[in-house]
């Protein structure tokens, strides 16, 4: 297993950021088949987001990052971060003077990463960190964060509960997560739609770019997931205040945004 640690330029010795972060560093443990695969889809991940969505997953990212309520200043996780689309969003949205960190585990997605906020060369994306860590064992402190988002990330966890207890621990009282993944639905007409675009459509392409095993496991992780109703039911059993499901992308993708 290879260990948690910042991909990108360190903070200043000085920063209180930079020192908690250096206190809570530990191992990861995850999923090595999980780990794995995410690290091998890496190269072409954007590229099929956008073929397989007709870029629709911008929009839908953008809305998940508005329902976290992030604001100027604020310190901010984008959890599950992959190549850091959403992380990028956030940096947007708290500017220059606030703190954005993207955790994953796949050390390829965080490469790439990096390396976009390298070419993409905004101002306010200097502060943002990429962290190679484990969703279930968050390398931070109590309280830490003014909100937090999760795009396509808890539905691939191996413990969905303890997902959620750790962004509950780790999130300020009053602040928000976002969190975007596919919609378990319980319309047969929107399941249908589902399951048909992904035989018909995401595997065909992925088999294009050699990643056909790769993306079969999609269908299967989206029936093994949660309702929304009961990632409702679940962020207020783990004691978050309030929680809400919205259906977005005519019912195939869905947001949960809970309150601590």
């Not at 948690?4 to 090595?32: D, E, F, M, N, Q």
């Not at 919609?183 to 065909?204: A, C, E, G, L, R």
Request: proline fraction near 3%; include cysteine; hydrophobic fraction near 40%.
């Amino acid at each position: 297993m290879s260990t948690t640690h910042v991909l990108s330029l360190p903070l200043s010795s000085g920063s209180p950021t930079s020192r908690a972060r250096r206190s809570v560093l530990r191992p990861v443990r995850c999923s090595s088949e999980r780990q794995a695969l995410f690290n091998r889809i890496a190269p072409v991940y954007d590229n099929l987001n956008d073929l397989l969505s007709l870029g629709q997953h911008r929009i839908w990212k953008r809305m998940a990052v508005s329902w976290s309520g992030a604001k100027i200043g604020d310190c901010v996780l984008d959890l599950c971060c992959g190549s850091g689309d959403l992380a990028f969003l956030l940096s947007e949205k708290v500017g220059s003077d606030g703190n954005v960190t993207g955790l994953d585990f796949s050390k390829e997605q965080l490469s790439i990463a990096a390396s976009r906020q390298q070419l993409l060369s905004k101002k306010c994306y200097k502060n943002i960190e990429w962290v190679e860590g484990d969703a279930l064992n968050l390398p931070f402190p109590n309280g830490y964060f003014d909100a937090i988002t999760m795009g396509y990330g808890l539905r691939n966890v191996v413990d969905k509960r303890k997902a959620l207890q750790e962004i509950y621990r780790v999130l300020k009282a009053g602040s928000r997560v976002s969190i975007l993944d596919f919609n378990k639905s319980s319309q047969p007409v929107t399941t249908f739609i589902q399951d048909w675009m992904i035989d018909n459509v995401v595997v065909p392409v992925a088999t294009s770019y050699g990643l056909q095993e790769e993306y079969i496991y999609l269908k299967s992780s989206i029936r093994e997931f949660l309702t929304g109703k009961e990632l409702e039911n679940l962020a207020l059993e783990i004691g978050f205040s309030k929680g809400r499901h919205y259906e977005i992308g005519g019912g195939l993708m869905g947001n949960l945004v809970a309150i601590r």
